[in-house]
């Protein structure tokens, strides 16, 4: 069975501090996909990266960076010099990644509460 | 990106009542949709999982007579929930995904029931 393991329920920074969100996560697939998603207070989804398992290069997108470790089965998201509208929700995601012909589902961590204060 | 919409995005029904979300992949087929309900301050937890043309997967613990998904063609599935209760009231998302691991996620519909 899958699970994702998101530790940190709430944190809280003043903007502009650097902060790192965990995820662990279980598997047995050697192939599956790791995924991080923001909530915002709307409540829509927005998707932010997708890794798969053969892929272990960290990955920076602006102020996002991703670490992914497989041999600690950790995927942690580190938000540099935070900002204001960075408060959300964020959940780390993990979905197998065997060609069945359908769609996989997603099992999802239970999110950690980022507030980002002045 | 592709674009899945869901309708309504809120609603309040009377307990007992039921009522349909739809959920719609806007510029491409979906195989494969997903249905999941988050609880406030929780995380998703999915419901089930309905391909196109065949009967929908429920989860463990998910009452597949009181959540109906009818996922009739490549870019609509629904969700009824039946004889909907207060303890139903909650955060509905769908996504729709194809072949691989593309999965696009609607903007929620939020169900209250009184």
């Known amino acids: 069975a899958q699970k994702v393991t998101q530790a940190q329920t709430e944190i809280s920074v003043v903007e502009k501090e650097d902060v790192t969100l965990d995820c662990v996560y279980e598997t047995r697939d050697t192939t599956y996909y790791l995924f991080w998603y923001k909530q915002p207070p709307s409540g829509e989804l927005v998707f932010l990266i997708r890794?798969?398992?053969?892929?272990?290069q960290n990955e920076i997108s602006g102020r996002y960076s991703w670490n992914f470790q497989k041999s600690t089965s950790s995927f942690n998201f580190t938000i540099t010099a935070s900002q204001v509208v960075d408060s959300a929700v964020y959940f780390c995601?993990?979905?197998?990644?065997?060609?069945?012909?359908?769609?996989?589902?997603?099992?999802f961590g239970t999110g950690t509460r980022l507030q980002v204060t002045l | 990106g592709a674009v899945v919409s869901q309708h309504p995005s809120r609603v309040i029904c009377k307990s007992g009542t039921s009522v349909k979300i739809e959920c719609r992949s806007l510029d491409f087929q979906a195989t494969t949709m997903f249905w999941y309900r988050q609880f406030p301050k929780q995380s998703l937890m999915l419901m089930a999982t309905s391909n196109e043309g065949s009967k929908a997967t429920y989860e463990q613990g998910v009452e597949k007579d009181k959540f109906l998904i009818n996922h009739a063609s490549l870019t609509l599935s629904t969700l009824t929930v039946t004889s909907a209760h207060p303890e139903d009231s909650s955060f509905y998302i769908c996504s729709a995904g194809r072949p691989g691991w593309e999965q696009y996620f609607g903007p929620g519909t939020r169900l209250t029931v009184t």
């Open positions: 890794r798969n398992s053969f892929d272990e």
């Open positions: 995601a993990l979905s197998e990644g065997r060609n069945t012909g359908t769609a996989s589902k997603l099992t």
